[in-house]
């Protein structure tokens, strides 16, 4: 992993399937142009395993799929690296930023004129979403959502009752999911006492027989610290996974529902947002027993709310004014709109209430934007750098993120001529 960590002009916001399914597209347009969306590995398999199911109300799997596809933000969008991953990777001594900041997947460094780089190629989860909205799907992916499917049935949290009731979890002992967090606090630091408990954390950590090895010495060469001094992150992780298994035990958590395990690790992605946004009350719950002070948890039927406020505004607008690409009709937020956006933008994005520090690239003469493309190029065709030569602290001269970008995406006019050429075309 090459270690990139985004930040853009709206707030990082997670988000889970259930938001962004009871969004219109219109509203999911306005999502995308001022929020950060934070995508969450868990959301590319969710929307897949839905191609499982079994049509209802007149609509195939595909066209479910389609439609949740069409909604996903493309422009501002960061796809989250896999929690298990980063696991090993602060287990084994690279440090995990917990502040909001989101580890982007697919990132690589490149070197140009003795300076550093970054370039994030388009993922293939966004280009098996662009697919998806064409309705086109590959037979491995049809399998792999049988397989998803089947495994989230088959998982048994009745077993995980069974097991807290055996060394005295229920709910005498667990009164409330704050109880859970503070006793998962309790076990997650009682996994360092001693080296088969520091392996049983690894264990249900998930992580991978090959740098075990590697993780074990280091913690022992350190002095066998507790679990969060040595690796915050994964201290976070452990957290969780504890915690659903107290809940669960404790009945303040349903067994009786298979996917609240699936729910549950949305969890494991909290540290790299300022907000999580989210439609599944296991969310409401549990999340904020989990959320920084700097962080909020925003129920998903609200912001929709806002949202849709926020496009019926713009779509009040003369025809002259709502014809004009995005990044020219919708440079900040209007004053008139004093709704949620306005307020967590206040919050955690203030450059979504002005254009003082924006630069119009609209405005650019044809020499001055091909001037930019070139240099934007000189840097996505800079020579790949090994992984070994990184430094965590280094600065980055450039980064250059690579999009598919609609042209239009239902009522709004994305992309502008003097751009380019449509990506659908």
Known sequence: MFSVYARRMGPNTLFDKSFLQGLSLDESVWFDRFYSPVIAPLFFAETLADLAKAPRDGRSAED??????SKTPE??????????HLCVYDLLGRPVPMTGQVPVAGASRVMKDG?????????????????????????????????????????????FRTAMKSVGVG??????????????????TAMTK?????????????????????????????????????APYAAHALAVEAFFAIAIGAHHIAAERASNKVDIAYLLYLPFCHIFVSSDRLHRACAPEFLRPDQMFVWGPDLKTDLGAINHHFSALPEEERSQPLYKLARKLPDEL??????LSARYAPGNLSTQHEVDLSQLKPE???????HVKSWTGAARTPLSQEDPGEHLESLSIERRVSQRRGSWLQVGSEVGPPADE
């Open 171 to 188: 709910p005498k002992a667990c009164k409330s999911l704050a109880d859970a967090r503070r006793l998962a606090e309790w076990t997650t």
């Open 75 to 84: 422009w501002s969008g960061t796809p989250c690296y896999y929690h298990q």
């Open 115 to 159: 300076k550093v780089g970054a370039v994030i190629n388009y993922p293939p989860e966004a280009k098996a979403f662009s697919r998806w909205q064409a309705g086109r799907f590959l037979e491995i992916e049809q399998t792999f959502a049988h397989i998803w499917r089947e495994r989230v049935q088959g998982v048994n949290l009745e077993g």
């Open 368 to 374: 001055g934007m091909a001037k930019l493309a070139a």
């Open 64 to 69: 479910e799929v389609a439609i949740i596809a």
């Open 194 to 230: 001693s080296g088969g408990r520091f392996d049983a954390a690894l264990d249900v950590l998930g992580i991978p027989s090959g740098p075990r090895e590697e993780i074990k010495a280091r913690w022992k060469y350190m002095g066998k610290p507790a679990f969060r001094q040595f």
């Open 338 to 343: 004093q709704g949620l956006t306005r307020d």
